[in-house]
């Protein structure tokens, strides 16, 4: 929180003045009072007069006046006055303190932006003294007291001030300020420069005030009077209810009634269900339709009976018609689809058995979400998306208690109503966001619901009777497995789902994302078309993403172009080449890594794992005149600062293997940069890299430009598994590298690799690394003859 608190300084005659618009409020000449202000304009206003210690014009904005209020809505007189103190709240509001310094009006506009600037001229108060005047202050200050004293606790400052007070304008000022008076009004006031005629309209709005502030008196006593009178009511109604029940006038009730039988007994409720509905009903037809209890019944009862408890029909699943769904809603996946065949096959073989509770995992926009949809197509049974993204309300997944007021069930239950089958296809989406509030740990509550050996008898704290969840099929998707707590997780079966090569992408691309986008947006196949080179041209240089979101809003802006032409009849046909994205689209947004990798030594390229797919990194490291110490900078986290430091003493205990002086340590600093230094990162994997780097810095061999690399690294030079091989090889072929190095450990990943990927790089497997420098550095020779 942000608190600085300037001195004024008065502007001259016909100054400048920066002005801060206010909605229903008036600030009036003497007065201190916090205020808060919105809009771009009246914040800069604010935070320039803060820096520069200058004041500020307060005016009135005008009904209707937008939320950034321009000259054209603003009231011409205001107040000069100085900030006393600017807070910035945590929720981002800016609030101030003001004190009013003298009246001014608005001249002449100097400018609207970045400020509303006016053109000022200060209009002090008038010191004329008659009789009049003074016969009209005596009045307004008794007719102030009078007022104050009203109030069932009478603020004595207050009274005070209006006591002690001399200044005919003065007062009137302050009465107005604190007077229960509109906006509208009170600019009145301030617009009124003369002295009698401003406390003559200050005097009137006092007058009637204090009239209403005595009708309000009389009002409250006969509303005390009248509360034993209406608990007699309430007790009457209570007992013309009985009547009218004993002499058969209440058939509406009684047909509600019966008709809330029927449905209980159509709904196929358990026995114990059935037991618990039909004991609400008996308490519904005993409570008065006027009791606020008897809405809670009715609507705990729509819950009971809308839910699905019959048993759902048993559906045959072909196996083909499933494998033509997926393979027309998604390109590629084959692993996916594969492991999704068998989980239909098992459903199909055994309906009533315990199916695992399937999670996808993987970068955003690679189709997680419509994988599910396509297996409730396949299932052909109904499907629902519970989105549980910020979720932080353990109530949200198994509901409320009745006791409260606007008590409904959980996401789960009402996933299950609106899908209107208790073997629905529900997906969890984004299972990874909920977070642990104060209200308890939602993920938690998940663990009966994703459990096929609990949730048969999960009981929503709302119904307060067990439903069974056997039959529904659960799908998890999320983005971070690390992000879901380990009990939860044990309970679901992992399925990644990797970023998209480009081939990938250009496939999706042409069989999907284009039709879709061309009826989004009303064109047909004849008035637009991209071709091919065009649209490899889009993936390469305007989107870097794993998955195609990115690429089918940029497609969107291709199509929103042409129909823009179409539709103003300047064209009636487009195609797009790949020479007019630039222009259509501005100038490519990425440009291929290897024009970012130098021949200087020092310089390694790394592979990275990023929760939206894989990346590369540079690993730079300098040598600079000092005394032994290492310096580590671009935002590291700490797993990664202790890689840079086995790294250095790997190199260290090569010097002579490497031809590296000794000495060189320790006249020297040895400085480690990872470039994008605002973006955090962390991690084991780039050990190899750095020791290549360092290896390059101390022997003047540069690394080849053509290579990147990734493993983690042991002290006894050994390199280690890691994670998210496929998601890095996927990222150096998309940045045009021709060699990866990988841990030999890490050949098992090999077999995930797409084929197209595979074919364009050439593989080196490290066991230590020896074998790393001899593949990444240049010969000696080259060293010398660069």
């Not at 000069?80 to 004190?99: E, K, S």
């Not at 509600?256 to 037809?285: H, Y």
């Not at 408890?309 to 018609?321: F, N, Q, R, T």
């Not at 990943?749 to 990927?757: A, G």
Request: glycine share 8%; net charge negative.
């Amino acid at each position: 929180m942000a608190d600085n608190s300037p001195a004024g300084s008065a502007p001259a005659q016909d100054a400048n003045l920066a002005l801060l618009p206010l909605k229903n409020l008036v600030v009036f000449p003497g007065s201190m009072l916090p205020v808060v202000i919105e809009g771009k304009r009246a914040i800069a206003a604010a935070q320039q007069a803060v820096r520069q210690g200058t004041q500020v014009g307060l005016v009135l904005c005008r009904e209707g006046a937008p939320e950034d209020p321009g000259l054209a809505d603003i009231h011409q007189i205001g107040t000069v006055a100085n900030i006393l103190r600017y807070v910035t709240a945590p929720d981002g509001a800016t609030h101030l303190v003001v004190q009013g310094i003298e009246r001014f009006s608005v001249q002449a506009p100097v400018a609207e932006e970045p400020v509303l600037t006016v053109q000022a001229r200060r209009m002090p108060d008038p010191e004329e003294r008659t009789a009049e005047i003074e016969a009209r202050f005596v009045n307004l200050r008794n007719l102030a007291t009078e007022a104050l004293q009203l109030l069932p606790q009478p603020p004595q400052e207050l009274l005070a001030a209006i006591s002690a007070s001399t200044s005919p304008g003065g007062l009137a000022d302050l009465a107005a300020t604190y007077m229960d008076a509109s906006a509208r009004e009170k600019q009145d006031v301030l617009e009124t420069i003369p002295l009698a005629p401003r406390i003559e309209r200050v005097t009137a709005l006092l007058g009637h005030r204090i009239e209403v502030m005595r009708l309000s008196a009389e009002i409250g006593k006969q509303t005390r009077a009248s509360l034993d009178d209406r608990q007699r009511e309430v007790l009457l109604r209570e007992q013309m209810a009985a009547i009218q029940k004993q002499l058969g006038e209440d058939d509406g009730k009684a047909a509600e009634i019966a008709e809330l039988t029927k449905a209980i007994e159509a709904a196929q409720m358990p026995d114990d269900v059935a037991t618990t509905a039909k004991k609400e009903v008996r308490r519904l037809e005993r409570t008065p339709e006027q009791s606020a209890e008897y809405g809670m019944i009715r609507s705990y009862l729509d819950w009971l009976i809308e839910l699905p408890w019959a048993m759902p029909e048993e559906k045959s699943i072909d196996l083909d018609h499933a494998r033509s769904i997926l393979d027309s809603d998604h390109f590629g996946l084959d692993k996916i689809k594969q492991r999704i065949m068998e989980y239909l096959a098992v459903r199909k073989l055994s309906p009533t058995g315990k199916a695992p509770i399937l999670c996808f995992v993987g970068p955003p926009g690679v189709g997680k979400t419509s994988l599910g949809q396509s297996i409730a197509r396949a299932m052909g049974r109904p499907f629902v998306r519970v989105s549980l993204g910020g979720v932080h309300d353990e109530s949200e997944i198994r509901g409320h208690r009745r006791t409260y007021i606007g008590a409904l069930p959980g996401n789960i239950i009402q996933g299950i109503r609106k899908a209107g089958a208790r073997d629905a296809v529900v997906m969890l989406d984004e299972i990874d966001k909920m977070g642990r509030g104060i209200q308890g740990d939602p993920s938690a509550a998940m663990l009966e619901v994703l459990d096929p050996e609990q949730n048969a008898t999960f009981r929503d704290a709302y119904l307060g009777v067990p439903y069974d969840l056997s039959r529904t099929v659960f799908i998890a998707t999320a983005n971070m497995l690390d992000n879901i707590p380990g009990p939860l997780r044990d309970r679901m079966e992992i399925i990644s789902l990797a970023g998209y090569t480009e081939a990938e992408k250009f496939e999706i691309a042409k069989r999907y994302l284009l039709d879709r986008q061309k009826a989004a947006n009303g064109l047909s196949d004849v008035q637009v078309t991209i071709d091919d080179a065009a649209l490899r041209q889009l993936i390469r240089s305007y989107t870097r993403e794993a998955g195609v979101r990115g690429l089918e809003r940029e497609i969107g802006r291709l199509m929103r172009h042409v129909a823009v032409g179409v539709a103003s009849g300047k064209t009636t046909a487009r195609t797009i080449h790949a020479e007019d994205l630039e222009s259509i689209l501005g100038p490519s947004r990425f440009e291929s890594e290897v024009a970012m990798r130098t021949s200087i030594p020092g310089v390694a390229t790394g592979l990275a794992w990023t929760p939206v797919g894989g990346d590369i990194l540079f690993i730079e490291a300098a040598r600079v005149p000092g005394r032994g110490n290492l310096i580590v900078t671009g935002q590291l986290g700490e797993v990664m600062r202790e890689s840079v430091q086995a790294a250095l003493s790997l190199v260290k205990a090569r010097t002579a293997a490497l031809g590296i002086d000794s000495s060189a340590f320790e006249r020297s600093d040895i400085h480690v940069h990872v470039p994008a230094g605002a973006t955090p990162k962390d991690g084991p994997s780039a050990g190899v890299a750095m020791v290549v780097a360092l290896s390059s810095l101390l022997t003047g061999r540069t690394v080849r430009s053509d290579t990147a690399m990734t493993g983690e690294i042991s002290l006894r030079g050994l390199v280690l598994p890691v994670g998210g091989i496929k998601e890095k090889v996927v990222a150096a072929a998309a940045a045009d590298i021709k060699r990866v190095l990988l841990p030999a450990r890490n050949r098992h990943d090999f077999v995930d690799i797409p084929d197209d990927v595979r074919q364009a790089l050439e593989f080196v497997w490290l066991d230590t690394v020896d074998q790393a420098l001899e593949a990444a550095l240049e010969s000696a020779a080259e060293a010398r003859a660069a």
